[in-house]
């Protein structure tokens, strides 16, 4: 089992930034994909960036150039930075992992999400 647990969540104001961070206890390991999806209401989840354990990276379209996903393999940590935040971006952010070298539309284990609210 995996376990993954979110922090950064909160308010702000569009155009502000954010940064979320997550940390992966349990049985990792060292071939793996982490990332982060979101959910907004009345949506269904989407995938907003993922990175491999290699440093392959994947972003939806809408937040290339705004978002910034890292990681540390040392750590098991995956972080993810927003700027340029817009009202769209509003949603419950959840953090991923899997196994493997690439990516997959389900992830295996999420954690418990962290809202990121974004208004004036």
């Known amino acids: 089992q995996v376990q993954l647990v979110e922090s950064g969540g909160g308010l702000v104001q569009p155009g502000g930034s954010l940064r979320l961070s997550c940390a992966a206890s349990?049985?990792?390991?060292?071939?793996?994909?982490m990332g982060w999806y979101r959910q907004a209401p009345g949506k269904s989840r989407e995938l907003v960036a993922v990175?491999?354990?290699?440093?392959?990276?994947k972003y939806a379209d809408d937040v290339k150039g705004r978002f910034t996903i890292s990681r540390d393999n040392d750590k098991n940590t995956v972080s993810l930075q927003m700027n340029n935040l817009k009202p769209e971006d509003t949603a419950i952010y959840y953090c991923?992992?899997?196994?493997?070298?690439?990516?997959?539309?389900?992830?295996?284990?999420w954690g418990q999400g962290t809202q990121v609210s974004v208004s004036s």
């Open positions: 991923t992992y899997e196994l493997g070298k690439v990516p997959t539309p389900r992830p295996a284990y």
């Open positions: 349990g049985r990792i390991f060292s071939v793996n994909v």
């Open positions: 990175m491999t354990a290699g440093g392959t990276t």
